[in-house]
């Protein structure tokens, strides 16, 4: 059986989606591409928890899981 975090996805992003909105579109685009980079470096390493830890902020922030390179 699978656990679903969505829920709990859906709480954090909804209290922080006002304070994202609020940040300045520079700061938006590198917070951006650092998750972006970061959950790529996740995808290489053999802790399936990384993909997980950083799947879970992109999730939570609203950016969408870029494709495994």
Do not use: A, Q
């Given at each position: 059986m699978a656990?679903?975090?969505?829920?709990l996805i859906q709480i954090i992003a909804s209290a922080l989606g006002p304070i994202v909105g609020?940040?300045?579109?520079?700061?938006?685009t590198a917070l951006n591409e650092f998750l972006t980079k970061l959950y790529l470096d996740a995808l290489k390493t053999p802790n399936p928890w990384d993909d997980f830890a950083v799947g879970i902020l992109l999730d939570i922030l609203v950016?969408?899981?870029?494709?495994p390179a």
């Open positions: 656990i679903s975090f969505t829920w609020l940040l300045t579109p520079v700061i938006k950016i969408p899981r870029p494709p």
